[in-house]
């Protein structure tokens, strides 16, 4: 069997499935995108923009790895309400209850 791409997607199990270089291609862009909203002084379209994209590209990378901590941990950055946020956190800490020391 040959090595999949990234961004090569297939269909497996009844869904659209991406292989692990496509995903971490998606995460580091998703991520890229986050970090990018965060950036000041910007315009508040241009912090939008980024934020629409950077749910967008995690969005993605969590259809492919619904267990991505690192993918809901940035979700929690740019998503619209702060219900949202706690839920992003509270699936973060279901996945790996650890991940709050890890981050100090």
Known sequence: MSKLQAGTQFWGGGRWLMNDAASQ??????????????????PPEQIERHRRQAR????????????????????STVVDTPRKQQACLKNVLALDPDVCAQRR
Request: hydrophobic share 55%.
């Open 25 to 42: 291609d998606l995460l580091k862009k998703g991520i890229a995108a986050a970090k990018a909203a965060r950036q000041k002084p910007a």
């Open 56 to 75: 967008s590209l995690l969005a993605r990378v969590l259809k492919a790895d619904k267990n991505s901590v690192q993918a809901r941990l940035w979700l």
